[in-house]
């Protein structure tokens, strides 16, 4: 009984619901993002795979460090981590080096993830008909595999027109997560005043 009433779609929307604010502080981020990649499409680029590198780098000293003080861990276990740790070091010195392979591994991997990301989203709000926000989850969705195609099949695409495909996509993204909080404070504002009716 108290399953059933935890999956009830109406407490799970005012559950989300409550948490607006969080919703709408990453579609007001992911616009501002978008907007810098279209206006300084060059740097964002360099930014991403600089930004990248270092991650990568930051990770795999971690995770070496990570290996060596692990006590819980089998010898195997810990050596492979170590291993990881430094292959993932190696990759972030190499992204670091050379920023222009990174960025043309970058768009692959990109296209590829908004592909998949695109599909699962129109999956999941296809089969999900009560699903709150349905339209714009299949619209976000068909936008995602539209820009990953995009990416794939048009290798030749310069890493500029890149940036900006991906800056229009930012914004569009961050407008409709925007929208999308607004509409779920709306739901839980509506829900607050049937509630003491109820």
Same mark, same amino acid.
């Given at each position: 009984?108290?399953?059933?009433?935890?999956?009830?779609?109406?407490?799970?929307?005012?559950?989300?619901?409550?948490?607006?604010?969080?919703?709408?502080?990453?579609?007001?981020? /992911?616009?501002?993002?978008?907007?810098?990649?279209?206006?300084?499409?060059?740097?964002?680029?360099?930014?991403?795979?600089?930004?990248?590198?270092?991650?990568?780098?930051?990770?795999?000293?971690?995770?070496?460090?990570?290996?060596?003080?692990?006590?819980?861990?089998?010898?195997?276990?810990?050596?492979?981590?170590?291993?990881?740790?430094?292959?993932?070091?190696?990759?972030?010195?190499?992204?670091?080096?050379?920023?222009?392979?990174?960025?043309?591994?970058?768009?692959?991997?990109?296209?590829?993830?908004?592909?998949?990301?695109?599909?699962?989203?129109?999956?999941?709000?296809?089969?999900?008909? /009560?699903?709150?926000?349905?339209?714009? /989850?299949?619209?976000?969705?068909?936008?995602?595999?539209?820009?990953?195609?995009?990416?794939?099949?048009?290798?030749?695409?310069?890493?500029?027109?890149?940036?900006?495909?991906?800056?229009?996509?930012?914004?569009?993204?961050?407008?409709?997560?925007?929208?999308?909080?607004?509409?779920?404070?709306?739901?839980? /504002?509506?829900?607050?005043?049937?509630?003491?009716?109820?």
């Amino acid at each position: 009984m108290d399953a059933a009433v935890r999956n009830d779609p109406a407490d799970l929307l005012a559950g989300l619901g409550r948490h607006w604010g969080w919703v709408l502080a990453f579609g007001a981020v /992911t616009t501002v993002l978008g907007l810098a990649a279209l206006v300084w499409p060059g740097r964002t680029l360099v930014v991403v795979a600089v930004l990248f590198g270092i991650e990568l780098v930051a990770a795999g000293v971690f995770r070496f460090v990570a290996a060596l003080a692990a006590d819980d861990e089998s010898g195997s276990t810990r050596v492979l981590l170590a291993l990881l740790g430094v292959l993932s070091f190696i990759v972030g010195l190499y992204a670091l080096r050379h920023v222009l392979l990174t960025l043309a591994a970058l768009a692959l991997a990109l296209g590829i993830f908004w592909i998949v990301n695109g599909v699962i989203e129109m999956f999941a709000a296809i089969s999900y008909r /009560t699903m709150p926000g349905r339209g714009w /989850t299949i619209a976000m969705g068909a936008l995602s595999v539209v820009a990953g195609v995009v990416v794939l099949v048009s290798p030749g695409i310069s890493l500029v027109t890149l940036a900006v495909v991906l800056g229009v996509w930012l914004v569009v993204f961050g407008a409709m997560e925007i929208a999308l909080a607004w509409r779920l404070r709306s739901a839980v /504002t509506a829900r607050a005043r049937v509630a003491p009716a109820v």
